[in-house]
């Protein structure tokens, strides 16, 4: 019984979060994305990536929007390799090896 309920509330705070989503703008960005096969051969693909800003939620006038401050310390991303040694020096490498078993 419980289970079942908890896949109802689940449900009713899915609808209720699309409903809002439907409702914010979807922006559209062209990238090009390296594609590496191998042998030092690479090649490069236009890709569009389609998001949505969920900051645009504070402009929806008929949504109560609050904000709670939370620690949002994490490692930074590491996408290329000349971003290593700023990867180094500004925690992130020690904050993810705290995180895992290594």
């Known amino acids: ?10 449900n009713k705070i899915l609808e209720a979060v699309r409903r809002v ?3 914010i703008p979807a922006y559209v960005t062209i990238k090009n994305v390296k594609y590496l096969m ?5 090649d490069i ?11 645009d939620m504070t402009g929806l006038k008929d949504l109560k ?16 390799p000349s971003l290593l040694d700023r990867w180094l020096r500004d925690g992130s490498f020690e904050y993810l090896k705290s995180k895992t078993c290594f």
Not at 38 to 42: F, L, N, P, R, Y
């Open 45 to 55: 693909h236009p890709v569009a990536q389609f998001e949505k800003l969920w900051g």
């Open 38 to 42: 191998g042998s030092g051969q690479e």
């Open 65 to 80: 929007v609050s904000y709670a401050a939370v620690s949002r310390y994490r490692g930074q991303q590491l996408k290329e």
């Open 21 to 23: 989503e439907k409702r």
């Open 1 to 10: 019984m419980e289970a079942e309920n908890q896949s109802e509330q689940y």
